[in-house]
């Protein structure tokens, strides 16, 4: 079988330029990175975006197991298969890291003939973009701690800095660190750590920002520390802000690539999905709306996670209106919901399936509370039964819901039109009425409660006594309508990673809480929440280099 | 009067594919990074470089004084002005860090009607090289410290590690740090540092380095560590090399930008002139040459480190042939070598101006100790008087060196035409008979004594035990050929910054010395090397930032 790389390789892109045209991008709107890449640039972006809107489609999952279910290549072999069939569809995703990249995952543009190209492009250093947010996370570090070197005007308590600096590797070795020694021509010694740079708070700025004057102004919202009366100091005390802005100008505009089918493609931002919201950028997706009958787009790890944000952090803030959800599942993943180790997915076994499409039906049911339609993407493979499959069929008609066989992995568009037709009627059918799970006006802790009771069905949350006096605080300096981005495990409902299907009657164990003035939510940490991924005993770094031609051979 | 931002806006760029046809790259070798900038694809820098090389010029300048020189701008100036002469001219500059341009320094693109542009954009991210650097050293970095985590099967010993991490930014506060706390699932402590980026030994590789496949060699024999029997442990041990070379695959394309009055320029890698060689990328050198008559090129700091570095390190190595050096110096930089002060430079002081020529005459005696002609360029300024100018012509004719006044920052082309006529006959006489100034085969030691007396002019070389220890064992271990790069202050041909003009009987004290593998040179650190700047009270960043058309304000 092909690997996602020699696919990608015997692909023949079309010049940019091309793409462009197809989406209704003039060329002088372009900022070529290359043949096949290009940025598009501000004033045509804030033309079409304000044009009237396309239908918005989100990609989500269900709770993901280590049988993959294959969110990204559903994203995509759905916009293909949408633009075969005539409706005109922009596929907006997230870009991907260099941390994972270079240590277990490989990349993130998707596989076989779903994927966005060029891969090794989009997989490594792309137009830049993070490597701009990450100056400017640490241009941010630097004036705080120069600030605290020539004299602490502002009166900042160097043991209450939160401002962390940022990576985009894999490097656990940079979790907690000390930084400042060597005596005081060196600086001001205090504790430190980076963050991988999808985590950091100014990805999630970047994320949620609509132009580049609410990019600044959120920029300059940010908390970088507190000082000893506990008042709050921001990047715009520091006088940072501005330059941020400056490095971050050209990151702000949106990427465009290509399909293996030539579907044109925005691959923007792409903050974490746990400490930060998980979806591709604003300004990416409201241009995609602006120049389409349809974007597709997708959001991080299960729905109870990616989906919840992407309706209550990003759709809340700009007024989108999600007309259909895709959750995307296959036989093998319920199945190990259902019990069955990764070792004996081979067989059939279709009561194993039974018990575990409660996962699956717990996220439909979650997403309609959202008034949002769905419909279930089941991404096949060989050792799929009809007996399985059927059993998920039945379970979602019971949901009032269509399960959709999907193969484009190996067939592209034409192995996603079932779903993209599917996809069509719900549009047409007008069935969403979407709404937030909460209004803003609700305290910050029982907006906690209720994504917990609603989504992730707990019993109770527990707050430890600190945090209830964080949120009060936070309320009281205004920021009580933020809404809430909650930091657990992705592969469980309950903060337990290994309670799998549906589990009920948990208690939620908020362990702590941090206010992102700047992207204007607040995160509850729920359990261990990584920010510095390490690298595993043997790193993909190790087997990735040039091959006889100069080409990045071992990226997958 | 205009700043060079303003300057710099009026101009009317050229679409990037125009100036690269008047420099004879067609359009399908070009990568075009938006509409001005564009990277120049691998196979035709391998077809053009192994064309006739033209003829090249090193620009560098007197040991540099606050009243400040023009050395960018005069080498500017003088590629477009032999381009205005009809000779086929490309101008190779170093890329510009991040570090200085929101420190102090602002950006490093030349200045008044001698610039290249965009200058927003090469000051800024340019094309991303940088990033690229930073992000192949720190991978390195992760990889090495996850080999101390999984086991350190190498047995490297970790106090001993000497691979640090880097980062394009002033932060003083990263200079010492202790990493890998919290505990032992998040890495090992030990004692490490970050340089600024163009400080790296990965960019002094990268500039280094004839192509793709010697790059990867070279980052390969990089020496990250040693165990505690002294053995070396490589990045190609950790098995990084390979990821290193696909992350820098890219970045080794040339970039090509043209000035303000349209002439082609290459700038391209920029490593640090005290702790590496100080010049752009060898890529661009031997392209530029392939591509045109002349090639005029830039070093860092005074003639005494970048051109002895430039002769040395880089021309020895790649088998560059320079034809004539240009040696830039202004009547108000010499009188400050002759005595006076900074407040004190508007006033006319001929006898200032005598007693401060010594600094540049020395400079023309050394690089015609390698053999190459040398012309004078004086920048001139409003406040040099006939008297004070005609006391360095005589000088300098004493030395058989023409001194010619310029005005290009004021009259771009035009304002260097004579000192391009200067250096076209230079060239034309054949009279450049370039060899280092010390043999391969010279002991390590004795390379250093070499340049110390006949360069620094200093009576002697102070080693302590620790540095004969180590000279000696790299002789054994075969790194006996490689030449030395010295780092000391710039003021001064002596390792003190104080001792201005041209000081004799000093004695040059070596403190410690460093084994670059890679690069392919020893460093010799001669007094205080600075290696991550810090930011001063006020940095440059405070005032940068967006204008209300979202353009970049605050660079200079």
Redo the contacts between chains.
Sequence with gaps: MATDLEIARKATLRPIQEIAARAGIPDDAL?????YKA?IG?AFVAEASARPPGALVLVTGISPTPAGEGKTTTTVGLGDALNSLGTRTMICLREPS?GPC?GVKGGATGGGYAQVLPME?IN??FT?DF??I??AN??L???V??HL??GNELGLDPRRVTWR?A????????????????GA????VRE?GFDITVASEVMAVFCLARD?QDL?ERLGRMIVGRRRDGTAVTARDV?????M???L??ALSPNLVQTIEGSPALVHGGPFANIAHGCNSLVATRLGLGLSDVVVTEAGFGADLGAEKFFDIKARMAGLNPACCVIVATVRALKMHGGVAKSDLGREDVVAVERGVVNLARHVENVHKFGVPVVVALNRFTSDTPAEVEAIRAAMARLDTQAILCTHWGDGAAGAQDLARAVQARIASGAARFQPLYPDAMPLADKLRTIAKEVYRAADVSFPAPVIQKLSRWEQEGFGHLPVCVAKTQYSFSADPTALGAPTGHVLPVRDVRLSAGAGFVVAVCGEIMTMP??P?R?A??????DSD?R???LF
């Design positions: 900022e070529p990175y290359g043949k940025k501000t260099l270079f492009d490594l250093h830049g490597h701009a990450t100056s640490n241009l570090s630097a004036m701690d120069n070197y020539w600096r990576m985009d590797m894999n490097d656990r070795n940079l979790r907690d660190c000390v930084v400042g020694m060597g021509s060196q600086g001001v430190d580049l600044q006088k940072a802000d501005g330059a802005a400056a490095l100008r050209d390490g690298l005993r790193p770094a190790e087997t990735i280099g040039l100069g990045i051979d071992g």
